[in-house]
């Protein structure tokens, strides 16, 4: 004869059936996403312009500003 599960048990196996299929559904998507065509490109200083970011010559380096130079 089965034995009748307690309510917290079976709250729990809920529990670990959803974090289980959300896992799965993120690692398809982050396969859809790798198999998109398009998914390797980097924006231009040009896009960038477009978008209203500002563009500076001088950060053409690391991206890093020394605080030495102040």
């Known amino acids: 004869m089965a034995r009748k599960r307690s309510r917290t048990a079976v709250l ?3 529990r ?3 974090k289980s299929e959300k ?3 993120k690692r398809e998507k982050r396969e859809t996403r790798k198999e998109a065509p398009g998914h390797e490109q980097v924006a231009t200083r040009e896009d960038l312009a ?3 970011f500002p563009i500076d010559e ?3 380096g690391d991206g ?3 605080e030495s130079a102040e």
Do not use: I, T
Request: aromatic fraction near 6%.
């Open 12 to 14: 729990k196996r809920q």
């Open 50 to 52: 477009d978008y209203g």
């Open 64 to 66: 890093l500003k020394s």
């Open 16 to 18: 670990e059936v959803k």
């Open 23 to 25: 896992q799965a559904l």
């Open 58 to 60: 001088a950060d053409e």
